[in-house]
């Protein structure tokens, strides 16, 4: 198996800096609210539920980290994490800009997110933590995908493609450091891990189909091409959170870039305050 470079928490750093430094800078479309009954109705049921998932105010996740960093003497991965909570966090700010101009109401509370929320804070541990975020995660690549594709809202569109691209680094983010976490355990424990992340991730696939399986449809995505897209994303993940993967405490970029992501660091830690 090919081995990647493991990317150093200044590096992620340096990457959530500098992309909340574009998102800043970028220029947002103007919003066609207006749209066909059937398509408005599909997206009122649906979008409230996934903009309150993206508005976690990330207490459990930062005392996860903590004990990371602590584990594998990492304390830049603090700052990467934050970096990382405030991107969730304007996916949530964008995406309820986009309903309130639509006239759609916000939800304060949502079943499928309480449930995830309890997942995701029944172990304070960092890997279960992110074991069950990247699962929602590959959901949220193709439920955006298909909200792109079915609004034509060209502002909405632009939040769908700014968030997908955002998803596939947080992917990575979660996979690198999963794979960090399970590189010392035997492999019958690794395996025994992932069937049991396979039953949780059949449980997640078929809430999502279950709540936003309206929406989905009225995108051209039929239930078999759901669970088809959702079992090859399982196989693709898994294949990056194995740790063979990865050469741990190699860095990727060259002096220069190094220095470049030390400096980013210092930067971001200042905003960060
Ligand atoms: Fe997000
Ligand atoms: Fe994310």
């Known amino acids: 198996m090919k081995r990647h470079p493991f990317t150093s928490s200044c590096d992620w750093i340096a990457y959530f800096y500098e992309n909340a430094q574009t998102a800043a800078r970028r220029a947002k479309p103007s919003a066609l609210v207006e749209m066909p009954d059937a398509i408005r109705t599909a997206i009122a049921n649906s979008l409230p539920a996934w903009q309150l998932g993206e508005t976690s105010e990330g207490r459990h996740l930062r005392a996860a980290a903590r004990q990371y960093a602590e584990a594998n003497d990492d304390p830049a991965f603090l700052s990467a994490v934050e970096l990382f909570i405030r991107e969730e966090q304007r996916h949530g700010a964008s995406l309820g800009e986009w309903l309130d101009l639509a006239g759609i109401p916000r939800k304060k509370r949502d079943l499928g997110d309480s449930l995830f929320r309890i997942c995701r804070y029944a172990i304070p541990n960092y890997a279960v933590w992110a074991s069950v975020v990247v699962m ?85 995505i039929p239930r078999r091409q759901f669970l088809v897209v959702s079992a090859e994303k399982f196989r693709f993940t898994h294949h990056l959170m194995d740790p063979r993967r990865y050469e741990f405490g190699v860095q990727k970029n060259s002096q220069a870039g190094r220095r470049r992501s030390r400096r980013l660091s210092k930067i971001a830690a200042n905003w960060l305050g």
């Open 136 to 220: 929602v995660e590959f959901m949220a690549e193709i439920y955006y995908a298909a909200v792109r594709r079915l609004t034509m809202c060209p502002r909405l569109k632009a939040e769908c493609k700014r968030i997908l691209q955002d998803e596939v680094k947080h992917i990575q983010f979660q996979c690198e450091h999963l794979a960090m976490t399970r590189r010392k355990l035997p492999w019958w424990v690794r395996s025994l891990v992932e069937g049991g992340e396979l039953v949780f991730y059949t449980v997640v696939c078929s809430a999502v189909w279950l709540a936003h399986g309206q929406l989905l449809t009225a995108a051209g």
